[in-house]
């Protein structure tokens, strides 16, 4: 099996649902874009389900973490209370999407928590969750968006707000670093772990739409056409064309979604509109394909392609670190419009303290 397999595969399963794939030619992307965005997607969920499983303990031991955070009693606790945070935020993530959309996610992490109650044993992760749950830690960015923080200049002021993104930025870093070595495992993994960031959180998408609201005096009203590029869509009903009801769907196509940047500000509310039903075929096509057909047919698929070929796709198809911003932040402007952005288009999710 080949990517290329693949892709007519998934070319044909599409003509078979909406014969007028050349629809997206109105829109920025392509019939071929498309196909990108599923093989990356196929490819991240198969290095999800498919990775070998270990406890936090384990996964420390192998990066010689032992010293830094499981030296002593305290440190110990610091990585179970961090653990606790993490399934709690995606435990809300869960609970909201199986009520607006009807989808019950399945999350391996979770397969052994009826087990003991050290959450560092008990909770099973693969590399890439390990990597992720570190930066979660390293890289207090990501929780202070993840509460709703980031918006308040009293919880995280413009000097702790640039901080907290050169932080961020050198996290990438040395994510990029690994992404870029000669392992292909290494390469898969790397950019899964990008790819999801950037799915979860928004980062890079928010600062090109901060950085472009300058040029148009920071209308903050345009500010929620960005939904379309990043929000989830509970249900897209089915219709004379598209006979399918698709649930819980999100627009991923990371690699060309910034180019609607300028066309938030610049567009007519009846030129957007139109757009913004081509990006939502986008959408369609691609959740489609993942909702109806991986996990019996294009997951075995991509499972069967050896590892070398999938970092070549990525390397010559979807290379995400080319989007990786430097963060400047000229004006207390540009901070705002992203605090703006940020407090328009993220959800206020209850903390872990309101749960208890």
Known sequence: ????????????????????????EYGKYSVEDVLDQIVMELIAIDSQLGSERFSASHHRRENDLLEEYYSDDASAHKVSRLLKKVEHYKSVNRNELLQSAGIEKYDPARNSMDGPSNWQNSYQLSETDFHELMMQSSCKLLFKITEHKLSSKTSVPNPLFIELFSEYEGEVGQLFERACGNEPTNVIN???????????????LFYAIASEAEKWKYPKDRYKRAAALCALVPMIPRSDDFPYEIRGAQLRMLMKRNEYVSDIFSLSEEDWAFQKDIIGLACRLTTFIIHYAAEKHFLPMVRDVQPEEKAEFI????????????????????IQAMRDLFDTLTVNLPSPQENS
């Open 1 to 24: 099996m080949t990517i290329q397999m693949i892709r007519e595969v998934a070319h044909k399963v599409l003509l078979g649902v909406y014969p007028a794939l050349d629809m997206l």
């Open 190 to 204: 790397a950019t899964v772990e990008y790819f999801n960031l950037q799915r979860q959180y928004n980062i890079e």
């Open 315 to 334: 390397k010559e198809r979807y290379w995400l670190w080319d989007h990786r911003p430097h963060f400047q932040w000229e004006s207390r402007k540009k």
